[in-house]
């Protein structure tokens, strides 16, 4: 942590407590880390941001009454709202894809390694996506299934003319991304330096209108969910 700098303030929504006490004593144990209140469902969720002012939430996507989806969006419409990091066991691809859709930066999985845990909420806390190239890849697989929650044909069509402006390499940097691939890997594949794939990605996010990485992801989903782009 820099000298002075306050730590990374974390909600852990989950509603069991073990699972809690879990990413707890993971987090606590980072200096620059701190786990500032728990919360065993959606509505105390909502009181324990309100109150704490989180800079990053964890909230598990499945939980009885409604999911972490709904409430994803309510933590976001708050007038400070917290980054969101959603937590699922991998029963629930559809929910963790509506979750990203609904403004979430990142998700890890419940059985992830402490490390991880901890590096996502560091990213996610700076503003950048969390996304594992495995995770990223279950992901595609739930939203290019036939009949999946990618596959209805005006989504397709709205996203396929959200892309048409963009370049030849801007459209190769797009899919990149939506592989979970980072700036090096991005500038390996495609031959160029990390320099202009830092240039392509700003393009994206003017063009589309989108402010990260996870939203550019998901466009490209959206739009190669039955057959690929040109």
Same mark, same amino acid.
């Given at each position: 942590?820099? =000298?002075?700098?306050?730590?990374?303030?974390? %909600?852990?929504?989950?509603?069991?407590?073990? #699972?809690?006490?879990?990413?707890?004593?993971?987090?606590?144990?980072?200096?620059?880390?701190?786990?500032?209140?728990?919360?065993?469902?959606?509505?105390?969720?909502?009181?324990?941001?309100?109150?704490?002012?989180?800079?990053?939430?964890?909230?598990?996507?499945?939980? @009885?009454?409604?999911?972490?989806?709904?409430?994803?969006?309510?933590? *976001?419409?708050?007038?400070?709202?917290?980054?969101? !990091?959603?937590?699922?066991?991998?029963?629930?691809?559809?929910? %963790?894809?509506?979750?990203?859709?609904?403004?979430?930066?990142?998700?890890?999985?419940?059985?992830? @390694?402490?490390?991880? #845990?901890?590096?996502?909420?560091?990213?996610?806390?700076?503003?950048?996506?969390?996304?594992? @190239? +495995?995770?990223?890849?279950?992901? !595609?697989?739930? $939203?290019?299934?036939?009949?999946?929650?990618? &596959?209805?044909? =005006?989504?397709? &069509? &709205?996203?396929?003319?959200?892309?048409?402006?963009?370049?030849?390499?801007?459209?190769?940097?797009?899919?990149? #991304?939506?592989?979970? *691939?980072? /700036?090096?890997? !991005?500038?390996?594949?495609?031959? #160029?330096?990390? $320099?202009?794939?830092?240039?392509?990605?700003?393009?994206?996010?003017?063009?589309?209108?989108?402010? /990260?990485?996870?939203? !550019?992801?998901?466009?490209?989903?959206?739009?190669?969910? +039955?057959?690929?782009?040109?």
């Amino acid at each position: 942590m820099e =000298s002075g700098k306050p730590p990374v303030r974390v %909600v852990v929504v989950d509603d069991e407590q073990l #699972i809690r006490m879990a990413v707890r004593l993971v987090l606590d144990g980072e200096s620059d880390l701190t786990v500032v209140a728990e919360a065993a469902d959606g509505e105390e969720a909502l009181v324990a941001v309100r109150e704490k002012t989180p800079d990053v939430v964890l909230i598990d996507v499945r939980m @009885p009454g409604r999911d972490g989806v709904s409430w994803t969006r309510e933590l *976001l419409a708050l007038d400070r709202p917290p980054r969101v !990091i959603v937590l699922t066991a991998f029963d629930s691809d559809a929910l %963790v894809l509506d979750a990203l859709r609904a403004g979430a930066l990142g998700f890890v999985l419940k059985h992830t @390694p402490p490390d991880r #845990i901890i590096d996502a909420v560091r990213t996610v806390a700076n503003g950048e996506p969390a996304l594992s @190239p +495995q995770a990223t890849a279950r992901l !595609i697989a739930a $939203a290019t299934a036939t009949g999946g929650p990618a &596959a209805d044909n =005006s989504v397709r &069509a &709205a996203a396929r003319k959200r892309l048409s402006v963009l370049t030849r390499r801007e459209l190769e940097t797009a899919r990149a #991304i939506a592989d979970g *691939l980072g /700036n090096p890997e !991005i500038a390996e594949r495609l031959g #160029i330096t990390v $320099a202009t794939v830092k240039a392509h990605t700003s393009s994206l996010f003017r063009k589309l209108e989108v402010d /990260n990485r996870v939203r !550019i992801a998901l466009l490209v989903l959206d739009a190669e969910c +039955q057959r690929p782009l040109p």
